[in-house]
């Protein structure tokens, strides 16, 4: 609803220029026509600055004044700028206004926001993705180094293999090279992160030998090289506080499956549920989950 001070200026301009004439008393001076646009004074000097809309008149002290016919073209540099239209698209078009221009600068427009509108959801899925995996991890009430079973669906990742000994920097290092593969398929890994220990490599004397970083796919892209499927199925898992070069229970949990009559059927996912950042006291572990795909043995 319109203040009601702007309701009485905008009769008194309305008054004063239905009178006619053509002295500088019925013109509209800066002020005036910024009231009658809803903008400050400062856009209206800035906008003759770059020569996008001028005044038809200053007089000896430099006060711009606009004539009634100008509202119009004003209106519009508002409403273009207002959906966004960036000031220089705006003044080449004023320029060259016709119903072609208007009608392809606007369809230019509409696609380009059509891509931010999808880039938005895309941050939005992100985002969802992100506090699920938080609000799972808030939610765990399983003991620490208990074994159990679970079902996980089909995942959809992306695989980049270490190429140092492992150690912390190797992660660190090592999943910024998957989170710069992801950033040009303009994806973030907000669906979590880990570590694949290849099944054929387990009890050897180089169990990290083809482990590498995974980070689980928001959405595929055919494009993306790097990619593998981590099965739908049963997984002996535990939770730990622990990086994935910290065997221990990784070792245990594996004389776990044997001992209770399973067999394992596929690669070991140490999966990072809260990175260091989440510790004040400890930041050199993460909380994580070992997942190793069983099958029962009959």
């Known amino acids: 609803m319109i203040e009601e001070t702007v309701k009485v200026r905008l009769r008194k301009i309305y008054k004063r220029l239905c009178r006619g004439g053509t002295h500088v008393g019925d013109y509209l001076s800066i002020s005036e026509m910024a009231s009658v646009h809803s903008i400050s004074r400062q856009t209206l000097i800035y906008y003759d600055k770059i020569e996008l809309f001028k005044p038809v008149h200053?007089?000896?002290?430099?006060?711009?004044?606009?004539?009634a016919v100008?509202?119009?073209?004003?209106?519009?540099?508002?409403?273009?700028?207002?959906?966004?239209?960036?000031?220089?698209d705006i003044k080449h078009h004023i320029g060259n206004r016709n119903l072609s221009t208007a009608m392809s600068l606007l369809e230019f427009h509409q696609e380009f926001i059509d891509k931010e509108?999808?880039?938005?959801?895309?941050?939005?899925?992100?985002?969802?993705?992100?506090?699920?995996?938080?609000?799972?991890?808030?939610?765990?009430?399983?003991?620490?180094?208990?074994?159990?079973?679970?079902e996980f669906p089909e995942r959809n990742v992306l695989f980049i293999p270490f190429e140092n000994e492992l150690c912390r920097e190797?992660?660190?290092?090592?999943?910024?090279?998957?989170?710069?593969v992801l950033s040009k398929h303009e994806m973030l890994p907000s669906e979590g992160f880990g570590t694949v220990i290849l099944k054929d490599k387990l009890g050897t004397d180089d169990i990290f030998e083809g482990a590498g970083i995974y980070t689980s796919l928001p959405f595929t892209d055919p494009d993306?090289?790097?990619?593998?499927?981590?099965?739908?199925?049963?997984?002996?898992?535990?939770?730990?506080?622990g990086m994935p070069y910290n065997i221990e229970i990784l070792n245990k949990l594996v004389q776990w499956i044997s001992e209770n009559h399973y067999?394992?059927?596929?690669?070991?996912?140490?999966?990072?549920l809260l990175d260091t950042t989440f510790y004040e006291n400890d930041n050199s572990v993460d909380f994580c989950q070992l997942q190793i795909p069983v099958e029962k043995i009959t």
């Open 170 to 180: 190797e992660l660190h290092l090592t999943l910024m090279k998957a989170w710069t």
């Open 263 to 272: 067999r394992i059927v596929g690669d070991v996912i140490d999966a990072c």
């Open 70 to 88: 100008q509202i119009p073209f004003l209106r519009e540099i508002c409403f273009l700028k207002s959906i966004g239209i960036k000031l220089n």
């Open 224 to 241: 993306m090289d790097n990619m593998m499927t981590l099965p739908a199925g049963q997984y002996a898992c535990v939770y730990k506080y």
């Open 58 to 67: 200053i007089d000896e002290h430099g006060y711009r004044y606009y004539s």
């Open 117 to 150: 509108i999808n880039s938005l959801m895309n941050i939005r899925t992100f985002i969802q993705q992100r506090l699920m995996k938080y609000s799972e991890a808030k939610n765990i009430k399983c003991e620490l180094d208990k074994p159990i079973i679970e």
